[in-house]
């Protein structure tokens, strides 16, 4: 076993603390990981605080993992030791069923194996970046590309994929018009990558001091939800809606302002259900839809199409003993656009 060091949330109402724990020892098709950077995702928020249902406790959170390889297994063909490697959400799955079989692993039949929160063959509950090291099948480890810095990369794990998977699932391109509904580690990182694919992006946020980065992540207008005119000026615009939210809010007015035929996708994950009105989606038959992730070869694409593009996310870096202030932090609306935990604190 391994002897790691970490921060855990021991229940639901504690701050997060140092926590040391063992991993698996490196088996044949392992790789074992020296932690640089990982990313705070509003997710490790919701998931520490029990805020979902079904958190395992004691839980060291982290989901957008960046490192080195220390060691690999004797049957490991894809890396070697020191290349610069990612893990995201999830670190196996059943790979025999159809999604699987197709590279949609976030689909897996059986339920993907989460990073941390997740219960690993053995029965040991996995645990995740906010620590030194990690041991992850090869199969699921992801190659970070040299011209992306590892700090502005580690967002790349959760926020881009979130972000790259729908926009190329539902062919969001050129022609399209996008609204992207919340301004945060997920929606900055929308506006960039649907930028890059020649969308016009429309930011709708509840905050006016984020009027200028909009502009300056490349959206092509800025508007407040705060404001009834919003909802009246932009009625039918938009092609597509992806909705970033962390919090409960009315799904019902971002529906009108999507065109006949179009799409509203629901990416963030409120803990409280909202009412819907049929008849908006029914006069002008639009669709809710919803989406998580990406598979493995989707996010290597996305890891690939940020570096040919020169995006990383916009980043905050922090030593792990800041990290429940950056949770606050994150709940205030308060980062620009990801903290990300340098590891090398920890040591
Ligand atoms: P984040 O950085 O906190 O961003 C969320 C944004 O939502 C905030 O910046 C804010 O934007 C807006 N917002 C917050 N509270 C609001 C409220 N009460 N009313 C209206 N807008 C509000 O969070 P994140 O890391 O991007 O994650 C966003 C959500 O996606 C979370 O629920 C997370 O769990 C979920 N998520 C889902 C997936 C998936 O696979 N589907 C993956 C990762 C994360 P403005 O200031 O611009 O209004
Ligand atoms: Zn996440
Ligand atoms: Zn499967």
């Given at each position: ?85 990612g893990?995201g ?53 992801l ?13 790349l794990l959760?926020?881009g994929i979130?972000?790259?998977s ?127 992730i990406g598979g493995i070869r989707e996010t290597q694409a996305m890891l ?44």
């Amino acid at each position: 076993m391994l002897s790691t060091q970490g921060y855990a949330a021991m229940t639901a109402k504690t701050a997060l603390q140092l926590f040391s724990f063992e991993r698996r020892e490196v088996g044949p098709h392992d790789v074992l990981i020296t932690i640089t950077h990982c990313g705070i995702c509003h997710s490790d928020i919701h998931q520490a605080r029990d805020e979902w249902g079904g958190s395992i406790f004691p839980m060291v959170p982290g989901h957008e993992i960046v490192g080195t390889v220390a060691r690999i297994g004797s049957s490991v063909k894809k890396f070697k030791t020191s290349d610069r490697v990612g893990v995201g959400c999830f670190v196996d799955s059943c790979r025999t069923c159809a999604a699987c079989r197709e590279g949609s692993e976030q689909y897996c039949e059986a339920g993907m194996l989460l990073t941390y929160s997740g219960r690993d063959k053995d029965g040991q509950p996995t645990q995740g970046g906010y620590s030194t090291q990690i041991v992850v099948d090869e199969n699921y480890v992801l190659r970070i590309p040299s011209a992306l810095s590892p700090a502005g990369a580690a967002p790349l794990l959760c926020a881009g994929i979130t972000t790259y998977s729908p926009l190329r699932h539902w062919g969001v391109g050129k022609y399209h018009k996008l609204a992207v509904v919340g301004l945060g580690g997920l929606g900055h990182m929308a506006v960039k990558i649907a930028k890059a694919m020649g969308t016009e992006v429309t930011v709708l946020s509840t905050s006016e001091q984020k009027r200028k980065d909009a502009e300056r992540l490349g959206a092509f207008e800025f508007a407040l939800t705060s404001q009834p005119e919003t909802f009246t000026r932009l009625q039918r615009r938009f092609d597509f809606i992806l909705d970033t939210v962390s919090a409960p809010h009315n799904y019902n007015d971002y529906v009108n302002l999507l065109k006949t035929d179009g799409t509203m996708i629901l990416v963030g994950v409120p803990d409280k259900p909202t009412l819907l009105e049929p008849f908006p989606l029914i006069l002008h038959r639009r669709r809710i839809a919803g989406s998580v992730i990406g598979g493995i070869r989707e996010t290597q694409a996305m890891l690939d199409f940020c570096a040919t593009h020169n995006i990383e996310s916009d980043v905050e870096v922090i030593p792990i003993q800041h990290v429940n202030e950056a949770y606050e932090r994150v709940l205030k609306g308060d980062v620009r656009f990801r903290f990300v935990i340098d590891l090398a604190s920890l040591k």
